[in-house]
Nanobody
Framework: AQQLVESGGGSVQAGDSLRLSCAASEFRYTCYCMGWFRQAPGQEREAAAGIYTCGGRSYYADSVKGRFTISRNADKNTLDLQMAALKPEDSAKYYC????????????????????????WGLGTQVTVSP
């Protein structure tokens, strides 16, 4: 069964808002990193936002800072990404991700210093922003 299932994608216009949600299966670890990554056609996958479950500290890529908000509901095992002031360059397939890494690595993943070629991935949800 898929461990992470995204929903909430769609087609919107520039300036609109959209909320993505990720339903996660039970994870045997208490402290771990969860995040949202995105990939546009012909481009490399990049991190958008992440959160460390112990303490709840969140991290954002510079390109989305101030516009996106990541949140986690531990009781419901969900991870949301509230996106506001969307731009055409935000168009991409958005993926939910998690792995048992430390807080420093979590920060590094979102900052792009660490490559996320490990962990659990969802199948993604498409976000398209028209000018």
């Amino acid at each position: 069964a898929q461990q992470l299932v995204e929903s909430g994608g769609g087609s919107v216009q520039a300036g609109d808002s959209l909320r993505l949600s990720c339903a996660a299966s039970e994870f045997r670890y208490t402290c771990y990193c969860m995040g949202w990554f995105r990939q546009a056609p012909g481009q490399e996958r990049e991190a958008a936002a992440g959160i460390y479950t112990c303490g709840g500290r969140s991290y954002y890529a510079d390109s989305v800072k101030g516009r996106f908000t990541i949140s986690r509901n531990a009781d419901k095992n969900t991870l949301d990404l509230q996106m506001a002031a969307l731009k055409p360059e935000d168009s991409a397939k958005y993926y939910c991700w998690r792995d048992r890494v430390g807080q420093g690595t979590c920060e590094g993943l979102i900052a792009g210093r660490v490559k996320a070629d490990f962990g659990q991935w969802g199948l993604g949800t498409q976000v398209t922003v028209s000018p």
